[in-house]
């Protein structure tokens, strides 16, 4: 079946810092693949989206670029804030018609001022 | 404004006292779904819906319930609550053509004594 394989957390950096969470994926066909973002006490928001090969998302500084030939989806962020503390999830929908989200299990990040 | 409810936020119970939570969206989106969020689980699909009076079972089912009777409205409905159950749920939706853009809920905290 589809699987999701995220960096393990928690994630600690310092304002300004630079920031990579590794997400790699298994599909079948062609998945479109996503970050989403919770924020503490809060539900999940789409962060940005990448739908075929060689795409960019981008969102808010941050940026993910489709790999299909490693298949992996890593987050970045040149400068990070305290206000991206967040919980940060990689997710795919695989196929035409498909709707059901697979999910990674979540990087946690805190950044401290 | 565009929005996913959930009721209650939070919810503190028993063993065998039945619950319903409640979803409700706005965007008269077609399909709508249950998360469960578990601490190194992520987030695993209960239940889903294609529409008015057709659902279906998502990854992890058992011990849950749903109906579909109105486009807005999805309940997730546990008829005998067990601690197992404890958790963090995220109702979601989104329209039947664009699977990839999915809005969710602010989640309901519930704890089964």
């Known amino acids: 079946g589809d699987s999701v394989t995220q960096m393990e957390g928690p994630v600690t950096l310092s304002e300004e810092a630079f920031l990579t969470i590794n997400c790699t994926y298994t599909?079948?066909?062609?998945?479109?693949l996503f970050w989403y973002v919770q924020y503490p006490g809060e539900g999940l928001q789409l962060l940005l989206k990448a739908t075929k090969a060689d795409d960019k998302g981008s969102n808010k500084g941050f940026e993910a670029t489709y790999r299909k030939e490693t298949t992996s989806f890593h987050l970045e962020k040149g400068s990070v804030q305290v206000s991206d503390s967040a919980v940060y999830f990689c997710a795919l929908i695989t196929g035409a018609g498909s709707y059901q989200l697979t999910f990674g299990k979540g990087t946690k990040l805190s950044v401290i001022p | 404004e565009a929005q996913v409810t959930q009721n209650p936020r939070y919810l503190i119970t028993v063993t065998g006292k039945k619950l319903t939570v409640t979803c409700s969206q706005n965007?008269?989106?077609?399909?709508m779904s249950w998360y469960r969020q578990d601490p190194g689980l992520g987030l695993r699909q209960i239940y889903y819906s294609m529409n008015v009076e057709v659902t279906d079972k998502g990854d992890v089912p058992e011990g849950y319930k749903v109906s579909r009777k109105e486009k807005r409205n999805f309940p997730l409905i546990l008829e005998s609550p067990s601690p197992n159950q404890t958790s963090l749920y995220f109702c979601?939706?989104?329209?039947?053509?664009?699977?990839?853009?999915?809005?969710f809920g602010p989640g309901t905290r519930l704890t089964v004594l």
């Open positions: 599909a079948t066909g062609y998945p479109s």
């Open positions: 965007m008269n989106h077609e399909y």
């Open positions: 979601a939706s989104s329209l039947r053509d664009k699977a990839d853009t999915q809005y």
